[in-house]
C-alpha cells in the first residue's frame, strides 16, 4: 500500500511500457498532495530568485517540455551560465542530476538553480525571510510540512512536484503497447536504426532512453565547460556529460549540454559523423556511415518520443 | 561530554576546565567593519557584507606535540548585525593546563563532505546557505562583498570549497615554547585573529587580486581557488 500511495500521487498513467522503471522517493520525502501543491505554486513563483524576477518555470517552461528553447537561459539581470536547461519529462526515474551527475537527489538539485549566481541567486537567509513574510506561504508550508517555511522543505516541495511531472503516451509508447499505426513507417525505421547502425540504444538506454553515465561525445576539442573534470579533477573526465532523457526531445531544441546544436538533424548528423577530434572520446564515437534518408528517419523516430498528453496535462501548468 | 568523561577516567589529575576560542576580525591590524570601504593591494576600493565559515577539527596542542581533539562542526557568520571583535565561535570543556597551540579546518572534514546536505542537520542542512548542490561538497568559506568599477559597486564574492582546499590551521609552538596556552580550571580564553586582507595578498601567476578583473569577481572555482587558498593560509593567527 505504501508503494501505490506514492506511485498514485506521481501521477503515472501508464507504467506498463516500462515495467523496470521505479520513480526516485526518498523515504525522507513521500509525495503528499499538499508538498506537491506548494511545490507548483513555488516553482512558478518569481519570489524564489534574489530580486524576484526569475522562477524555475522561467527555464523549465511546460511548452518545451520543462526545458527552454535557447541555448542558455538567462537568469536573474540577464546573466548566463554555460549550460542548456534539461527537460524535466521523468525526472522522478533520474537517479542523479546535472550534466556531471553529482547531485544524488532531486531535493538537493533544485538548491543548484535556486542559489547560482547566474540562475536565480537566491540568498538562502533572504528568500526564506521572504516567505516568512507571505501569510499565504506559512499556511502552505503548515499544511504541507507542519512547520514554517525553509529551504529544506523549499526544496523537498519543489522534488515533490517534479515528481508529479511524469508521461510514457508518446506515439513510441502506444506502438509498444499494440498499437502499431502509432509510428509512421520512416519513425519505424528510425527505430530499427537506433537500436543498431545508428547505436544510439547504448547511452540512450532504457525506459527514459538514459544510461544517467557521463560519456564524451566529442563535441569539440576544447571547451571551457570541462564537465565531470569539475566533480572528480581527472583528466580522462573532462568534456564528459551525462547523456540526457530523450523523451520529449523534439520539443526541447537546441541540444547538447551548450545548447550549441540547433537542430536534431544537425545532432544526429554529428553522431554520423563520429564527433570531432578528441582524446577522451568515447569508443563509441566513431562514423556511423548513415545515409541521409536513415538520418531523416531518425529524426522521425525521435520526434515519435513527444508526448502530447504530458505536455497539455492541465496538472503540470501554473493555471490549469 | 564524552570528551569530559573520557578525561576524567584516564586523567584522573587534570580537573576539567572551559576553554573559550574567540575570534576577531580585522582589516591588516583595524578592526573590520561591514560596510566601511577599504583599499586593497590591487587598489580596490571595496567593502564586505558577509564573512562566513566552517570551523572543524579543532584540536589543543599538547607538551608532546600530540593533539587532543575536540568534537564538532561549527558554522560562524559574521556581518554587520554581529560585529567582529572577541566573538566567541567554540567553546568546550577540556583538562586544565598549558598547551602549547591550537590547530583547526577551515571547512568540512572530508568524511562529511560529500553526503547529500538535505538529509543532514543544521549546520549541515541546505538552510545553512553553503551548499553547492552539484556536489563537490560545501563551500568552506564565503566572504562577499562590494567594490567600486568606474564609480558603480558591483559584487563579488569568493566561495572556497572541495576536499583540497580545505585550510588547515597549525598555531602551535613546540620547539621554541613561544606559545603558552594557558587554560586554569577557571577557564581559559584563546584569542585568534582573521587578517581578511591577506585575502587580496596576491593573484594568480604573480598577479594581483584585482577585482576589477572578471576572474576575481565571482569565484567559486577554477584556478582562482588557488591564490585564495594560499592568502588564506596566513590570514589566522593567535593573538
Same mark, same amino acid.
Given at each position: 500500500?505504501?508503494?501505490?500511495?506514492?506511485?498514485?500521487?506521481?501521477?503515472?498513467?501508464?507504467?506498463?511500457?516500462?515495467?523496470?522503471?521505479?520513480?526516485?522517493?526518498?523515504?525522507?520525502?513521500?509525495?503528499?498532495?499538499?508538498?506537491?501543491?506548494?511545490?507548483?505554486?513555488?516553482?512558478?513563483?518569481?519570489?524564489?530568485?534574489?530580486?524576484?524576477?526569475?522562477?524555475?518555470?522561467?527555464?523549465?517552461?511546460?511548452?518545451?517540455?520543462?526545458?527552454?528553447?535557447?541555448?542558455?537561459?538567462?537568469?536573474?539581470?540577464?546573466?548566463?551560465?554555460?549550460?542548456?536547461?534539461?527537460?524535466?519529462?521523468?525526472?522522478?526515474?533520474?537517479?542523479?542530476?546535472?550534466?556531471?551527475?553529482?547531485?544524488?537527489?532531486?531535493?538537493?538539485?533544485?538548491?543548484?538553480?535556486?542559489?547560482?549566481?547566474?540562475?536565480?541567486?537566491?540568498?538562502?537567509?533572504?528568500?526564506?525571510?521572504?516567505?516568512?513574510?507571505?501569510?499565504?506561504?506559512?499556511?502552505?508550508?503548515?499544511?504541507?510540512?507542519?512547520?514554517?517555511?525553509?529551504?529544506?522543505?523549499?526544496?523537498?516541495?519543489?522534488?515533490?512536484?517534479?515528481?508529479?511531472?511524469?508521461?510514457?503516451?508518446?506515439?513510441?509508447?502506444?506502438?509498444?503497447?499494440?498499437?502499431?499505426?502509432?509510428?509512421?513507417?520512416?519513425?519505424?525505421?528510425?527505430?530499427?536504426?537506433?537500436?543498431?547502425?545508428?547505436?544510439?540504444?547504448?547511452?540512450?538506454?532504457?525506459?527514459?532512453?538514459?544510461?544517467?553515465?557521463?560519456?564524451?561525445?566529442?563535441?569539440?576539442?576544447?571547451?571551457?565547460?570541462?564537465?565531470?573534470?569539475?566533480?572528480?579533477?581527472?583528466?580522462?573526465?573532462?568534456?564528459?556529460?551525462?547523456?540526457?532523457?530523450?523523451?520529449?526531445?523534439?520539443?526541447?531544441?537546441?541540444?547538447?549540454?551548450?545548447?550549441?546544436?540547433?537542430?536534431?538533424?544537425?545532432?544526429?548528423?554529428?553522431?554520423?559523423d563520429g564527433g570531432e577530434s578528441n582524446l577522451n572520446a568515447d569508443p563509441l564515437m566513431r562514423p556511423l556511415g548513415l545515409t541521409d534518408q536513415e538520418i531523416d528517419d531518425v529524426v522521425a523516430f525521435l520526434e515519435s518520443l513527444t508526448d502530447e498528453t504530458f505536455v497539455k496535462n492541465p496538472a503540470f501548468r501554473e493555471k490549469p | 561530554m564524552k570528551q569530559l568523561m573520557t578525561f576524567l577516567l584516564l586523567g584522573g589529575m587534570a580537573q576539567a576546565a572551559t576553554l573559550n576560542i574567540q575570534l576577531s576580525v580585522n582589516v591588516g591590524k583595524t578592526p573590520l567593519e561591514f560596510g566601511q570601504t577599504q583599499q586593497n593591494v590591487a587598489g580596490n576600493t571595496y567593502s564586505l557584507d558577509l564573512l562566513k565559515f566552517y570551523?572543524?577539527?579543532?584540536?589543543?596542542?599538547?607538551?608532546?606535540?600530540?593533539?587532543?581533539?575536540?568534537?564538532?562542526?561549527?558554522?560562524?557568520?559574521?556581518?554587520?548585525?554581529?560585529?567582529?571583535?572577541?566573538?566567541?565561535?567554540?567553546?568546550?570543556?577540556?583538562?586544565?593546563?598549558?598547551?602549547?597551540?591550537?590547530?583547526?579546518?577551515?571547512?568540512?572534514?572530508?568524511?562529511?563532505?560529500?553526503?547529500?546536505?538535505?538529509?543532514?542537520?543544521?549546520?549541515?542542512?541546505?538552510?545553512?546557505?553553503?551548499?553547492?548542490?552539484?556536489?563537490?561538497?560545501?563551500?568552506?568559506?564565503?566572504?562577499?562583498?562590494?567594490? *567600486? $568599477?568606474?564609480?558603480?559597486? =558591483?559584487? +563579488?564574492?569568493?566561495? #572556497?570549497?572541495?576536499?583540497? /582546499?580545505? !585550510?588547515?590551521?597549525?598555531?602551535?609552538?613546540?620547539?621554541?615554547?613561544?606559545?603558552?596556552?594557558?587554560?586554569?580550571?577557571?577557564?581559559?580564553?584563546?584569542? *585568534? $585573529?582573521?587578517?581578511?586582507? =591577506?585575502? +587580496?595578498?596576491?593573484? #594568480?601567476?604573480?598577479?594581483? /587580486?584585482? !577585482?576589477?578583473?572578471?576572474?576575481?569577481?565571482?569565484?567559486?572555482?577554477?584556478?582562482?581557488?588557488?591564490?585564495?587558498?594560499?592568502?588564506?593560509?596566513?590570514?589566522?593567527?593567535?593573538?
Amino acid at each position: 500500500m505504501n508503494r501505490i500511495v506514492p506511485l498514485v500521487l506521481l501521477g503515472v498513467v501508464c507504467l506498463s511500457a516500462a515495467p523496470a522503471l521505479l520513480p526516485q522517493i526518498p523515504t525522507t520525502n513521500p509525495q503528499t498532495p499538499e508538498k506537491i501543491a506548494l511545490g507548483k505554486k513555488l516553482f512558478y513563483d518569481p519570489i524564489l530568485s534574489q530580486n524576484g524576477t526569475v522562477s524555475c518555470a522561467s527555464c523549465h517552461n511546460p511548452d518545451h517540455a520543462f526545458a527552454d528553447n535557447q541555448p542558455i537561459s538567462p537568469g536573474v539581470e540577464g546573466r548566463k551560465g554555460a549550460r542548456n536547461a534539461p527537460t524535466l519529462t521523468n525526472v522522478a526515474f533520474r537517479k542523479s542530476f546535472f550534466f556531471e551527475g553529482g547531485a544524488k537527489s532531486l531535493e538537493l538539485q533544485a538548491m543548484g538553480p535556486l542559489t547560482e549566481h547566474n540562475e536565480m541567486a537566491s540568498d538562502v537567509a533572504e528568500t526564506v525571510k521572504k516567505l516568512k513574510a507571505s501569510a499565504q506561504y506559512v499556511a502552505l508550508f503548515k499544511a504541507a510540512f507542519q512547520d514554517e517555511p525553509s529551504m529544506q522543505h523549499v526544496v523537498e516541495a519543489i522534488a515533490s512536484f517534479e515528481r508529479t511531472l511524469v508521461g510514457f503516451d508518446s506515439p513510441y509508447d502506444r506502438f509498444q503497447r499494440g498499437d502499431l499505426t502509432a509510428l509512421s513507417e520512416s519513425q519505424q525505421r528510425g527505430m530499427e536504426l537506433f537500436f543498431d547502425k545508428a547505436d544510439c540504444f547504448h547511452c540512450h538506454s532504457g525506459g527514459n532512453f538514459t544510461d544517467e553515465l557521463p560519456h564524451n561525445t566529442a563535441l569539440s576539442f576544447f571547451d571551457e565547460d570541462q564537465g565531470l573534470f569539475r566533480l572528480t579533477s581527472r583528466d580522462e573526465d573532462i568534456g564528459k556529460f551525462k547523456t540526457p532523457t530523450l523523451r520529449n526531445i523534439a520539443l526541447t531544441a537546441p541540444y547538447m549540454h551548450d545548447g550549441s546544436m540547433a537542430t536534431l538533424r544537425e545532432t544526429v548528423q554529428h553522431y554520423n559523423d563520429g564527433g570531432e577530434s578528441n582524446l577522451n572520446a568515447d569508443p563509441l564515437m566513431r562514423p556511423l556511415g548513415l545515409t541521409d534518408q536513415e538520418i531523416d528517419d531518425v529524426v522521425a523516430f525521435l520526434e515519435s518520443l513527444t508526448d502530447e498528453t504530458f505536455v497539455k496535462n492541465p496538472a503540470f501548468r501554473e493555471k490549469p | 561530554m564524552k570528551q569530559l568523561m573520557t578525561f576524567l577516567l584516564l586523567g584522573g589529575m587534570a580537573q576539567a576546565a572551559t576553554l573559550n576560542i574567540q575570534l576577531s576580525v580585522n582589516v591588516g591590524k583595524t578592526p573590520l567593519e561591514f560596510g566601511q570601504t577599504q583599499q586593497n593591494v590591487a587598489g580596490n576600493t571595496y567593502s564586505l557584507d558577509l564573512l562566513k565559515f566552517y570551523l572543524s577539527e579543532v584540536a589543543l596542542v599538547q607538551a608532546d606535540g600530540s593533539e587532543l581533539p575536540l568534537d564538532g562542526v561549527r558554522l560562524l557568520e559574521f556581518n554587520k548585525d554581529t560585529g567582529t571583535q572577541n566573538i566567541e565561535i567554540f567553546k568546550s570543556d577540556v583538562p586544565a593546563g598549558t598547551y602549547k597551540g591550537v590547530r583547526f579546518s577551515v571547512g568540512i572534514p572530508r568524511s562529511l563532505n560529500h553526503t547529500d546536505p538535505t538529509a543532514q542537520n543544521d549546520p549541515l542542512g541546505v538552510d545553512s546557505g553553503m551548499v553547492w548542490a552539484w556536489n563537490p561538497g560545501y563551500v568552506f568559506f564565503k566572504i562577499e562583498g562590494k567594490f *567600486l $568599477k568606474g564609480g558603480a559597486q =558591483q559584487v +563579488f564574492s569568493l566561495h #572556497l570549497g572541495t576536499d583540497p /582546499y580545505k !585550510l588547515q590551521y597549525n598555531l602551535a609552538d613546540v620547539q621554541l615554547q613561544k606559545i603558552q596556552l594557558k587554560v586554569p580550571e577557571s577557564g581559559g580564553v584563546v584569542k *585568534l $585573529k582573521l587578517d581578511i586582507s =591577506q585575502i +587580496f595578498k596576491a593573484g #594568480l601567476n604573480g598577479e594581483q /587580486y584585482d !577585482l576589477s578583473q572578471a576572474r576575481y569577481q565571482q569565484v567559486h572555482g577554477g584556478p582562482v581557488f588557488g591564490a585564495a587558498y594560499l592568502n588564506l593560509l596566513g590570514a589566522f593567527s593567535l593573538e
